[in-house]
């Protein structure tokens, strides 16, 4: 089984305890306005540049005959300063799983494990699925999600985990479609199963700046919460920096501070 | 920390307006009178020291600054001409790199050393003594009884408590520079002068933040003349000290007082001392965390080494146990033994990738041949080398040094040191050959030769092939990394057996100090992508465009090979942006780190918070960021001091986010 990661990240210090290694799959449903990682977005490989340092040289537009650059419009192979990617790696879940095993001793010794995130990692249900079922027994396995998908997959990509994180954003439905691009229905009705589930989980809030972070919504999702463990993620000022590398444009509707 | 005293000192530097100018040709009424070396040393610290004079700050506790800011050669021009014609001179000629026994000249005073010592020595001695009952006079002029009394015992007499040793210690090292010599080194300092700061301690004489107070006072001192001491750089000074570690009965040494260093390096945040951590696979987290919390601001220290590798790795090459589990560290990395050694751990300096292009160039001209055939040639390269530099040094001379032989008991060690320069750099230019030469025959002989002439102008393509797709050293990749060990295997078979003309040792090493910069200067493209010219990673660290996955990789990759063998020094430097110390958890992942390097095996490691977003701004604002530290190679420095090609090669290094 095939998925479509665009980073793995070692030592990845916000996604859980000890030492971790991220895996981030890229596709999300979701359109959050204060999304991070945009090139997560897409559940296509696509070009990744990082514009802030191009010269204009030219080079990685000349037409070249590498396969993996076709459909790219760019050349991979040939910036002096190696600033074309493609966001998107294709992984076999056991190659994938291999090569996290490989650093599995860090990951026991220091209390750690793996993290899947995204995107949405329940976009690639059935991949995550058989990533985890590899690691199962060998490396603490955690999960970070948005919640949104259907309750079958939710649930059957859950009971792979040892943790979870799972995003409350607004409680709002409509504030909820406004920021996010999708009504938070699903996410509300995964929220009571996961809380119900026994499987150790904590929500999390990103707090942004005059969406979020509102008394009335941050009540509303403690309600949510009830007794469950909870965390507030402060807003990442540098999000907006990834987006030209993908050719996107970040909202002018958050405005910090 | 005493405002007041960091404001005089590190902001101000108010004391620089008591120092003077001196341009006595000492040197040619030496040479005019005949004198031989030893003499001309004493004269000039007698010189000195009468040319000095007593100067404090009204609330500083441990006095002691210098006020002559030139120390006249004791040689001319001519003289040093005919002394390197006939001998080999290291560096400045003076003794450096050197760890003396300041415990038993704290603990005994200097005028039982005195009664040991040979005439030029005593001379030496009654010129200091001279100069602080001068302080002490001083002392008493200012109402500053304190200062006067400590002076009535030290130097003179054994220091009975902690403020004393520190005070001598302070007059010892101070006379070390006075003397000329120079990388002049702290070493266990927690442990020589832990019985006297136990005892005042369960005396109850301070409360832990008195002593703390009393220690980040004495820490200021290291800073107060560092920049008029020689070194690359300002802050290339040597000043190590050395915490922790094992005890020759096997216990652990670090203590509170070890501890406190820590903290009064923290609360300070100045360059001098540089702090080293002895630690060991048994070494328990909550060290490892003191340690990260040092790191997070952002000095570049503490640097770590691994009791298991690097006692293993000296009594190997011939130390006795008690001395090799002394072991401190010399200006940087090095690793010697205080009180015993005369080891000189930075004599040379292999330049790993010019003798690899070397072999791949000739191979591949001569029509490439297999790749063990290749490898043989890079062997032989680098057993020439070692052969030539080992012959070439012969007939070493230095400068004598009547005061550091006072804190001397003999000379046990004579063993040579030798960098290895661009570790990473040449194996991954190996992988790269082997890869797509040998094995996928994606490149023809000629079109990599055609670009290693042409510093890749013309072929873009390959340049991205052989600097970013390639197999490099640190990434993961088993085969680069094993070739790397292979470099050192080869390095360490190539000194062993071979005999230095003091009848010493050769040590085969991991550090580069300013030749990441200096042989990368000489040599033209190279097969691993890089440019003509462009610099090496720094000491056993991977090249600056390698593509490293994250820490864990890079600690994976450089703790596979057999370090035992090249134990000169030379750490694996990770570099961290500053955001990834922002909580108690993070600073608890960054020491687990720490940890699983040492229990892989690792022998030395060093750690930087770097700002990189500051870095730039320095360098187009220098005046808003005097304060501003970066960790260069085994030393910290003020960044804006720091020349430009030094500068970039900071910024342009691997860091790693949050």
């Given at each position: 089984m095939k998925g479509l990661v665009f980073d793995i990240k070692e030592f990845?210090?916000?996604?859980?305890?000890g030492i971790r290694t991220t895996v981030f799959l890229k596709g999300c449903p979701l359109r959050c306005i204060w999304c991070h990682n945009p090139e997560g977005l897409s559940p296509h490989r696509e070009v990744y540049v990082r514009e802030s340092r191009c010269t204009h040289c030219g080079l990685c537009l000349r037409p070249c005959t590498h396969p993996e650059c076709q459909g790219l419009g760019r050349c991979l192979h040939i910036c002096p300063q190696n600033l074309v990617s493609a966001a998107g790696v294709e992984w076999e879940s056991a190659a994938l799983a291999r090569r996290l095993l490989e650093q599995s001793d860090v990951y026991e010794s220091t209390g750690g494990g793996v993290t899947l995130s995204g995107g949405e990692p329940l976009q690639q249900a059935e991949f995550c699925v058989g990533l985890l079922e590899r690691l199962r027994g060998r490396v603490h396995r955690t999960l970070e999600t948005s919640g949104y998908a259907a309750p079958g997959v939710f649930r059957q990509v859950v009971s792979q985990c040892d943790f979870v994180y799972m995003d409350l954003k607004l409680a709002d439905r409509a504030a909820h479609i406004e920021y996010t691009g999708v009504p938070n229905d699903r996410i509300l009705e995964n929220a009571v199963w996961l809380r119900r589930s026994g499987k150790p989980h904590c929500f999390r809030t990103p707090l942004i700046p005059g969406i979020t972070d509102s008394e009335e919504n941050l009540r509303a999702i403690a309600r949510i919460a009830g007794d469950s463990p909870t965390e507030l993620l402060p807003y990442n000022p540098l999000a907006p920096a990834k987006y030209p590398n993908v050719g996107r444009r970040f909202s002018d509707r958050i405005r910090p501070g | 920390m005493k405002r007041e005293l960091y404001q005089y000192y590190i902001i101000d530097r108010a004391h620089h307006a008591n120092r003077v100018e001196c341009r006595e040709p000492l040197a040619a009424s030496y040479a005019a009178l005949g004198l031989h070396a030893r003499e001309r040393m004493t004269r000039r610290f007698e010189f000195l020291c009468r040319a000095e004079t007593p100067h404090m700050h009204p609330s500083e506790q441990i006095v002691l600054v210098r006020t002559v800011k030139q120390q006249p050669d004791i040689f001319t021009a001519e003289e040093w001409e005919t002394l390197r014609r006939t001998h080999f001179i290291h560096e400045h000629g003076y003794v450096s790199n050197l760890s003396p026994d300041y415990g038993a000249a704290i603990q005994s005073g200097l005028l039982a050393v005195r009664a040991r010592a040979d005439g030029y020595g005593r001379r030496m001695i009654d010129a200091l003594i001279g100069l602080c009952d001068r302080y002490r006079a001083e002392a008493e002029r200012l109402g500053r009884d304190d200062v006067a009394a400590v002076l009535t015992q030290v130097p003179r007499y054994g220091a009975r408590n902690f403020r004393e040793a520190l005070q001598m210690f302070r007059i010892l090292h101070y006379a070390l520079w006075l003397e000329g010599d120079y990388h002049n080194t702290v070493g266990r300092f927690d442990q020589y002068l832990y019985p006297y700061f136990r005892r005042d301690m369960e005396a109850g004489v301070y409360t832990r933040e008195q002593a703390l107070e009393l220690l980040e006072d004495f820490f200021l001192s290291f800073n107060k003349d560092s920049d008029l001491y020689i070194g690359v750089q300002q802050g290339d000074n040597g000043q190590s000290m050395v915490l922790g570690g094992r005890l020759p009965d096997g216990s652990e040494g670090f203590n509170e007082l070890s501890e406190l260093c820590l903290l009064a390096s923290r609360n300070l945040g100045l360059i001098d001392p540089k702090i080293n951590l002895r630690v060991s696979a048994r070494t328990p987290l909550s060290i490892y965390e003191k340690g990260t919390e040092l790191t997070r601001v952002g000095l570049g220290f503490p640097q770590y080494s691994n009791d298991d590798v690097v006692i293993e790795g000296l009594t190997r090459l011939g130390y006795d146990y008690e001395d090799a589990v002394n072991y401190v560290v010399a200006a940087c990395w090095e690793f010697i033994i205080p009180g015993v050694g005369n080891d000189v751990a930075n004599i040379g300096a292999v330049n790993f990738p010019a003798l690899t292009d070397r072999a791949i160039r000739r191979c591949l001209t001569q029509g490439g041949g297999t790749f063990p055939e290749l490898l043989q040639a890079v062997q032989a390269e680098i057993r020439r080398e070692c052969d030539r530099i080992t012959g070439s040094i012969q007939d070493v001379w230095f400068v004598p040094s009547p005061f550091m032989d006072l804190l001397r008991?003999?000379?046990k060690y004579n063993n040579f040191g030798l960098h290895g320069s661009g570790i990473a750099c040449a194996a991954d230019a190996l992988a790269a050959v082997e890869r797509y030469v040998y094995q996928e025959k994606r490149v023809t002989p000629e079109r990599l030769l055609h670009a290693l002439d042409t510093d890749y102008a013309d072929d873009p393509e390959l340049l991205h092939l052989l600097r970013f797709e390639a197999p490099k050293m640190g990434t993961g990749n088993d085969r680069a990394d094993a070739l790397g060990g292979m470099l050192l295997d080869w390095f360490a078979d190539a000194l062993e057996g071979k005999r230095n003309c003091l009848g010493g040792v050769w040590r085969a090493g991991t550090g580069t100090a300013m030749y990441y910069l200096w042989h990368a200067r000489e040599l033209g493209a190279t097969a691993d992508g890089r440019r003509a010219g462009e610099p090496f990673g720094t000491n056993f660290s991977p090249s600056l465009f390698a593509q490293v996955p994250g820490p864990l990789t890079d600690v994976i990759s450089f703790t596979k090979q057999n370090l035992i063998r090249a134990i000169n020094g030379g750490p694996l430097t990770l570099e961290f942006a500053a955001g990834v110390f922002q909580n108690p958890e993070s600073i608890r992942k960054v020491a687990m780190l720490v940890r699983y390097f040492i229990q892989r095996g690792g022998h030395q490691l060093q750690l930087n918070a770097v700002n990189l977003e500051a870095m730039r701004e320095a360098q187009k604002h220098p005046e808003r960021y005097r304060q501003l530290v970066v960790r260069i190679w085994g030393w910290s420095a003020y960044f804006v001091e720091l020349d430009r090609d030094f500068q970039n090669h900071v910024m342009a290094r691997q860091e790693y986010t949050v």
């Open positions: 990845a210090l916000n996604d859980g305890a | 008991d003999g000379k």
